[in-house]
């Protein structure tokens, strides 16, 4: 049911009258029927309306607590609907009467007529949906000046990149095709998909406002570090030109898409996975270019402190992004780059003294456990510097460095032929075609002694085999540096180890959430979108983090699966009195997805059951 405002002007005055109004099936479709007048219920908020309609449907349905506890009004509107039914159906016809709410308990039904009808998918559903409301994400959007329908339709779109993404195209027909409007109590089925474009404008502007309050909730919430930073950085590509986009750019992609315009996108989490902040900039912005302005978003969004740290990559371990870093009285954890580590490895020349670190299960999967890791400390330029050597790193090292000698050796065969045959004569030519071959492969082009001898015109390549030795012990390894002193190499590893927990984040946005490929074209609906998958990982992170707190190391890819056969759906059950019942509820939870709601403290109930009478020959059209 829902209430229907109407309006009629005589005599130049306005009356407003307000209906109560009833879907029903007919043979030539669904049709609306009104039930009763209500009167002018224009001194009500209109947000009202249909919270009053629920309780009037409820106390017509039967539902005796909802009716005893209802107020004046309802009980007066339910009395004239009785009255008006009384009207209808005479008393020399009992099998067309509405059973009373007293008689309801017992029916009589036409067992071989009953139906099941409209199940839909609802155990993901009310997952997101409990945790929307446990993270206070709708008096969030509230704040922030969405009105109901916005906050609504933004919650709405928010569980769908959860469960099942969608483009803002297919959004409806999913809505539609799950239980969603059951639990969240909106009506989906006139939503067209410009209306969530729409939505989406309105999201926009509010970003930063949003992002902050929720990471505000999530702190009290949960607890969190507020201590340690880790930032990295990811690259989302385009499907289409986006020429509307000046954002949208061909970089580096780490999508393996150098064929396609992209956007970067940074993101800041604390060290249990949570997002803090994040930005979008155009898909050629350099790494090392948006440690500044992320910084900058970062203040805005949550409190920094001196002395808290922020752990970056490698692509970002520049002096001027360090010393912005420190400009804020913060420290820094880095990852040399690879020409530095080289230049740093004269600091751990005697490769004794190395620290093994215990290996531990992965906290995602504790049948999967880590690789072997050796650290050692020292100081240097007044910064600790840490070596550290993975065995599980040490194959990859190799077999890359293995496969740029081999296109080294085979360049330079090229050349020494080229130079043999006189094809190549002038010497300048010649080294700088050396020259080039040492910038293309600079990782072990420092392994060969490359030089041309005029006299006997001949390119030289002798091996060095001291470094190559050299290399091969240090196969595996990496130097991470801090301004810190009061870390052991332990502890610096296990720290900037923690910025697995940003590449994660990304992993899960771009896979699940499914923020890959985009297909807007316009700026700021781009940037929306990427802040609707940050709004569905919230959810997913808090979700996840409430099992892992209790030693429960399941995913929510798996959580969605199993919770998807728990459903809604209508029983439909035609009594021998001439009318049908048809009750909208939950189906009974499983044993898994009881123990799930019962570690994630939500209840097991969905929706409390909603009764609904018709008379037979509409419910048979049905």
Not at 324 to 329: G, V
């Amino acid at each position: 049911m829902y209430i229907r405002h109407t309006s009629k002007t005589v005599r130049g005055k306005t009356y407003v009258n307000h209906l109560l109004v009833e879907s029903v099936a007919t043979p030539k479709g669904p049709r609306q029927r009104v039930v009763c007048s209500l009167g002018d219920l224009s001194p009500r908020p209109a947000g009202e309306w249909l919270k009053l309609a629920y309780k009037i449907e409820t106390a017509l349905c039967g539902q005796g607590e909802l009716f005893e506890g209802a107020d004046g009004e309802v009980h007066a509107i339910v009395a004239k609907v009785r009255q008006r039914q009384a009207r209808q159906w005479p008393a020399t016809r009992p099998a067309a009467r509405a059973p009373a709410a007293s008689d309801e308990e017992l029916v009589s039904v036409h067992t071989e007529r009953v139906t099941l009808e409209r199940a839909r998918e609802a155990g993901p559903a009310h997952v997101g949906w409990q945790f929307c409301r446990r993270l206070g994400l709708e008096e969030i959007l509230a704040a922030a000046g969405l009105d109901e329908k916005s906050r609504r339709l933004s919650v709405a779109m928010v569980l769908n990149r959860l469960i099942a993404p969608r483009s803002e195209h297919a959004m409806p027909d999913w809505m539609r095709r799950t239980a969603l409007a059951d639990i969240v109590e909106f009506d989906f089925e006139r939503l067209e998909n410009h209306t969530l474009y729409r939505n989406l404008d309105k999201l926009y502007p509010n970003r930063a406002r949003i992002e902050s309050a929720l990471t505000q909730r999530e702190r009290d919430l949960f607890g969190l570090d507020t201590t340690v930073y880790l930032y990295d950085l990811t690259s989302t590509y385009f499907e289409g030109q986006a020429e509307s986009n000046p954002k949208a750019q061909r970089g580096y992609s780490r999508d393996s898409r150098p064929d396609a315009k992209q956007v970067v996108v940074g993101l800041v989490v604390n060290r249990d996975g949570f997002p803090l902040a994040h930005e979008v900039w155009a898909g050629n912005t350099q790494d090392r270019l948006t440690v500044g302005a992320m910084l900058d978003a970062l203040a805005k969004r949550v409190d920094l402190k001196p002395g808290q740290t922020v752990v970056v990559d490698r692509g970002m371990a520049y002096d001027e992004n360090l010393a912005q870093i420190a400009a804020r009285r913060m420290h820094w954890l880095v990852a040399a780059r690879q020409a530095e580590r080289d230049a740093l490895l004269a600091e751990f020349e005697d490769l004794d003294g190395f620290e093994e670190i215990a290996r531990q299960p992965s906290p995602t999967n504790p049948s999967q456990v880590k690789s072997r890791v050796r650290v050692k400390a020292g100081r240097a330029g007044g910064q600790t510097l840490a070596l550290c050597l993975s065995d599980g790193r040490e194959g990859k090292d190799r077999a890359i460095r293995d496969k740029h000698e081999k296109r080294l050796l085979a360049d330079v065969t090229r050349l020494q032929t080229s130079v043999a045959n006189g094809r190549l004569k002038d010497p300048a030519k010649i080294h700088e075609r050396l020259g080039r071959l040492k910038e293309r492969y600079p990782r072990v082009a420092r392994y060969h002694r490359l030089a041309y001898d005029e006299q006997q015109r001949r390119v030289i390549c002798d091996p060095d085999e001291a470094k190559r030795k050299t290399a091969q012990a240090l196969d595996g390894s990496y130097v991470l540096k801090t301004d810190r002193d009061d870390l052991t190499a332990e502890e610096l590893w296990r720290l900037y180890m923690l910025l697995t927990r940003a590449e994660n984040a990304f992993r899960c946005m771009k896979s699940p959430l499914a923020e890959r490929p985009i297909f807007h074209h316009l700026e700021h609906r781009v940037d929306t979108h990427i802040f609707l998958c940050v709004l569905a990982y919230h959810l997913l992170v808090a979700i996840e983090k409430t099992l892992l707190d209790q030693g429960v190391h399941t995913s929510w890819a798996t959580m969605r699966e199993t919770l998807k056969t728990h459903q809604i759906a209508t029983l439909v059950l035609p009594t021998d009195q001439g009318m049908t019942l048809k009750i909208r509820r939950p189906t009974t939870p499983e044993a898994e997805h009881l123990d799930l709601y019962r570690r994630l403290a939500i209840p097991s109930e969905i929706i409390r059951p909603r009764k609904t009478w018709v008379l037979q020959g509409a419910a048979d059209s049905d």
